[in-house]
């Protein structure tokens, strides 16, 4: 009998699809294995530095994020972590919502950098020098624009309207239908690098003769970069057109050294220092290193000690000196030269002799020459940088497209020439230009040392002594120059100068989940639609002959008909 029934209901199924359909879709559903949970997007974001100088923090102390992404504008930002673009982001909004306790931070940044409008490229630049400024424990990341992560943004950004509704219904409704993403960084917490050191690279050019008794010019240029990021820190311009200048130079020189009859009476040291970025603390112990050791260095009979840095841009160089040299001096003779070369061959440059005194009241010096003036030793910091302060210097702002090959080149041919002229002690002949052909600078080779440069981030916590690119520096600098060795500078353990943290690049994930209340109105549609299923069966006769019974009567009309 029961099972003429089942066919009974399974025949009135198959003539009523809609009915069928109603009832199985909705069991398909809640017994599905696939969880909306499960979906879920993956991609890299760049952490804001953390660093302790001087014994004290900067920049944020917390790595972790696991809480519900919110646009930046919504009214309610606690425990959750703001998404913005970057020209909604400012220093006034990043307060605000340290204020709500913020749970985090991911600042979308446009894919290239390089296009960006002059105004969004200020406020970038500006922010940067502000954040850093903020010590603070919320977990702040940077990401470049992709269409995964604009997709995200936009479905957050949609979800504002909740918080702005205008009635609770309207918000309520609205909480329903939303579609959220929980963010979640993994792994361990940031903790401080124990016994970083710091790679210095050295080599020289021995004069002819005695070298202990021949005085000594110094080329010294940084390596690493610096930017709100270390991950997004490409730094082309400061300091990668500095190192590629130092570079050639050794290269160019190394061929008039190995000929007797262009010999020099004079040595040439060659420094690519490290934490530049970091108040130059590897020129410091350098420097310490090679004065206060007990064995002899060059420097004791040093001439001139010059600096480069940022030196691939613009038509002005400026000649950073903490106290102006004395008439007649190694330092004010190298500095005629200069002028010499570039009235005669470059008139197109403006060049200008630029003076401060170090204030040793501030925590940070402003360039690597300061370093050696401290010491009482001759020293300039070559740059077209007017000052110091300028903000490109310490931005993720500075990347390949902003070094001009062609400028660079012209600088380093500057830089050559009167280096040239000054051990040489070549005098009163403005038309003689001594690199031409064969020894002149070679653009594809600096060319490619900027791309090689340019092509990972180089802050300074991520070049570890044994890093593959202070590896390459070593071994370039080797093949040009004798006595080419790395020594390495380590923080004090009780009294640190500088601690590096780790925990540069992450990983963030985006699963796409559902508000609570999404939850509750689901159990609640669940709930009503297996109580209408189980009243249904209890009274299936009773619904059977009813629906029986209004079958019959319009099989009775249509006879009628």
Known sequence: MWFEEAGEVLDMFKSSFPLSFLFFVPLLIIISPISPVGAAHEFAVYRMQQYDL????????????????????????????????????????FRDMLTQNVGGLLVLLPQKLSVLPEEDRQHLLELEQELMLEETSVPVYFAPESPEILEIYEDVKAAISTDQAASATEALFGAVVANGFQLVVNGPQSKAMADFQIAN??????????????????????????????????????????????LELARIFSKLYTNSRTHAKSNIMFLLSGGGKFNYHGTKRWIEDNLDGAESSLLTDVSVVLCLDSIGADDKLYLHVSKPPKEGSPGALFVENIKSVISSFYPDVTFTVQHKKINLG?????????????????????SHLESHKALERKSVLDTRDTVDTHKLVRNTRIIAEALARHIYNITNQDGLQIF???????????????DYLTSEPRGAQLLRKDHLMVTTLEQ????????????????????????????????MYAYSVKPAVFDLFLALGIAAYLTVIYYAGQNFSIIYNFVKNIGKRQTKQLKQQ
């Open 201 to 246: 690279i050295q080599g020289k050019l021995s004069g002819y003769g005695i070298e202990e008794q021949l005085p000594t010019v110094a080329i010294v240029a940084h390596y690493d970069a610096y930017g709100i990021a270390p991950g997004l820190s490409q730094g082309a311009d400061s300091n990668g057109s500095g190192v590629a200048a130092l």
């Open 476 to 507: 370039a600098l080797a093949r040009y120059v004798k006595d080419v060795r790395k020594t390495l500078a380590k923080a004090d353990k009780k009294d640190p100068e500088f601690v590096f943290y780790d925990g540069a690049t992450y990983t």
């Open 54 to 93: 001087q014994g004290t923090g900067y920049g944020c102390s917390n790595a972790i994020i696991n809480v519900e992404a919110r646009a930046i504008d919504s009214k309610v930002l606690t425990r959750r972590c703001a998404i913005a673009k970057l020209h909604e982001f400012s220093i006034e909004k």
């Open 436 to 450: 031409n052909q064969n020894l002149d600078v070679q653009e594809s080779m600096m060319t490619a040392w900027l």
């Open 362 to 382: 501030e925590d940070l010096l402003a360039w690597e020459h300061e370093r050696f003036s401290i010491r009482r030793l001759p020293a300039f910091t070559l």
